[in-house]
């Protein structure tokens, strides 16, 4: 069974940095593009960035813009991270991590959930002042 586990969430403090890993375990896949997602309390879940794993082109949300936020990800490894730097209580999100096996060319649909296949179970992140 192929999973996605993800890693390195925590109590941060404003304006700190963090480095967010998500591994997938299980039977070998390679993906075709990784995301990520968060859930801020009492809020919907929203798009972060997606990478396409071969060829690493990223894309974020509008929101995400201003280089706070990277993604990156190992193809051969099927492991994509999230860096957040000058992080700010507005960050404090449960993140998720998914992954697409899909094959549209348009990075940019993969701000939609609906075009991952498999999502991991999520990591706390918390800001404390």
């Known amino acids: 069974q192929v999973q996605l586990v993800e890693s390195g969430g925590g109590l941060v403090q404003t304006g700190g940095s963090l480095r967010l890993t998500c591994q997938t375990s299980?039977?070998?896949?390679?993906?075709?593009?990784m995301g990520w997602f968060r859930q801020a309390p009492g809020k919907e879940r929203e798009f972060v960035a997606a990478?396409?794993?071969?060829?690493?082109?990223?894309?974020y949300s509008n929101n995400m813009k201003g280089g706070r936020f990277t993604i990156s990800g190992d193809n051969a490894k099927n492991t994509v991270y999230l860096t957040i730097n000058s992080l700010t209580p507005e960050d404090t999100a449960t993140y998720y991590c998914?992954?697409?096996?899909?094959?549209?060319?348009?990075?940019?649909?993969?701000?939609?959930?609906?075009?991952?296949?498999?999502w991991g179970q999520g990591t706390q992140v918390t800001l404390s002042s």
């Open positions: 998914a992954a697409s096996r899909g094959q549209s060319s348009d990075i940019s649909l993969y701000a939609e959930e609906s075009q991952y296949d498999l």
């Open positions: 299980g039977r070998t896949f390679r993906w075709y593009v």
């Open positions: 990478i396409r794993m071969s060829i690493g082109r990223t894309y």
